[in-house]
Every structure is written in structure tokens, then in C-alpha cells.
T-cell receptor, first 114, second 110 residues
Framework: AQSVTQLDSQVPVFEEAPVELRCNYS??????LFWYVQYPNQGLQLLLK??????LVKGINGFEAEFNKSQTSFHLRKPSVHISDTAEYFC????????????FGQGTRLTINP | DVKVTQSSRYLVKRTGEKVFLECVQD?????MFWYRQDPGLGLRLIYF???????EKGDIPEGYSVSREKKERFSLILESASTNQTSMYLC?????????FGEGSWLTVV
């Protein structure tokens, strides 16, 4: 079984400041890793994913994440945030075979203050 | 672009009613999923389907059933709605190691 822990339920930052959203996971097998974003009253949109290869993954809207196998982490970063980044962010893992069901963390609400 | 469409965005139903949530995808994906989203709990898997007429229970199937008669359509059924099923329901389909989500259906049971 897999589990995902997002270490912060809420993260307030000022506009143009850097941000890091933390994600740790537990799994007995190799996994794929994902970050999704959810804007108010909308579904989930894929930000980025790690399947294999380089551990630094770049996504949309200037976000990037680094896969750290030894620490079983997949933290999301952005060097300079904008008001439009205000949203809820979900980290998720899936098996590498079969239906590849996603297992989600509890979510982190990112609030950008002017 | 992959499109996953949930036909009902906002529903209000009475306790005991039978509720159907419909989901359609346009990319010929084999795997489809229904998740439930609640504050502080993230998304939890209710059911998934890996082909027409094939389904498997997820983590929280109690009180729900599903139907997949055609590849593009995956329906979630609440046989007798209860107030603890008030939630946001998200449908998804999988292609190329990525899962794509619909816009969600907000269900309120009164």
C-alpha cells in the first residue's frame, strides 16, 4: 500500500517570494509521482510528473519538483509566485503498472498575499 | 487535449433519492476512475474501471455503485443518498501514465 503526506495544510506567502510545498510518500514498490493544482470550483490540472530519468522535473506555470529517492520526497518549488498561483495543490503517487490508481495527499492551500 | 466531461456541476438531492453522476471521456481511454474530495482528506478512490463492464472497488466503495456500458462513459450511482455523501465528486481517465480529471460535481444531500 502507498501513502502520501503533505506536510503543510496551508502556506501563506507574499507575491514574488519563493515557495516550497513539501510532499513525502511511502511505498514498497517504485512509483510515479505527480503534482496537481486545483483552482477554486474547478477540477484538478496536472502541474508536473516524475516517471523516470532526471530527478528535477519542470512543469507548467514555472513550477518544478525534485524527486529524492533516499528521503522519499517530491517537493514542489517556484522561485517567484504570483497572485494567480493561489490554489490548492495535491501531491500523488501511483503504481508503475496495472490501473495506476492515484493515491493523494491531503492537499496544501497556497495563499499569495500582495 | 484530453477532455473529461462531468455533465452535472451542481446537484441538490434529498435523502433516500437515487443519484446518477455521469462522466464521459473523448480519448478512448480504458481506465476510468471516480474520486471523492473532502476538506482535509484529499481525494479518495471510490471505484475504477479498466474496461467496459469491468470494475473494481476503491478505498471507499460503501454506498456507491458504478456502471460502464460503453468505453467512453463511466457512471457513479448512489443507490440511496445520505447526508454523509455530500461532497465533491471527480471523474478521471488515464492515458500515457497520466490521469486527467473532469471539472467535478458538487453534490449536496439534504
Amino acid at each position: 500500500a502507498q501513502s502520501v503526506t503533505q506536510l503543510d495544510s496551508q502556506v501563506p506567502v507574499f507575491e514574488e517570494a519563493p515557495v516550497e510545498l513539501r510532499c513525502n510518500y511511502s511505498s514498497s514498490v517504485s512509483v510515479y509521482l505527480f503534482w496537481y493544482v486545483q483552482y477554486p470550483n474547478q477540477g484538478l490540472q496536472l502541474l508536473l510528473k516524475y516517471l523516470s530519468g532526471s530527478t528535477l522535473v519542470k512543469g507548467i506555470n514555472g513550477f518544478e519538483a525534485e524527486f529524492n529517492k533516499s528521503q522519499t520526497s517530491f517537493h514542489l518549488r517556484k522561485p517567484s509566485v504570483h497572485i494567480s498561483d493561489t490554489a490548492e495543490y495535491f501531491c500523488a503517487v501511483s503504481d508503475r503498472s496495472g490501473a495506476q490508481k492515484l493515491v493523494f495527499g491531503q492537499g496544501t492551500r497556497l495563499t499569495i498575499n500582495p | 487535449d484530453v477532455k473529461v466531461t462531468q455533465s452535472s456541476r451542481y446537484l441538490v438531492k434529498r435523502t433516500g433519492e437515487k443519484v446518477f453522476l455521469e462522466c464521459v471521456q473523448d480519448m478512448d481511454h480504458e481506465n476510468m476512475f471516480w474520486y471523492r474530495q473532502d476538506p482535509g482528506l484529499g481525494l479518495r478512490l471510490i471505484y475504477f474501471s479498466y474496461d467496459v463492464k469491468m470494475k473494481e472497488k476503491g478505498d471507499i466503495p460503501e454506498g456507491y455503485s458504478v456502471s460502464r456500458e460503453k468505453k467512453e462513459r463511466f457512471s457513479l450511482i448512489l443507490e440511496s443518498a445520505s447526508t454523509n455523501q455530500t461532497s465533491m465528486y471527480l471523474c478521471a481517465s488515464r492515458g500515457a501514465n497520466t490521469i486527467y480529471f473532469g471539472e467535478g460535481s458538487w453534490l449536496t444531500v439534504v
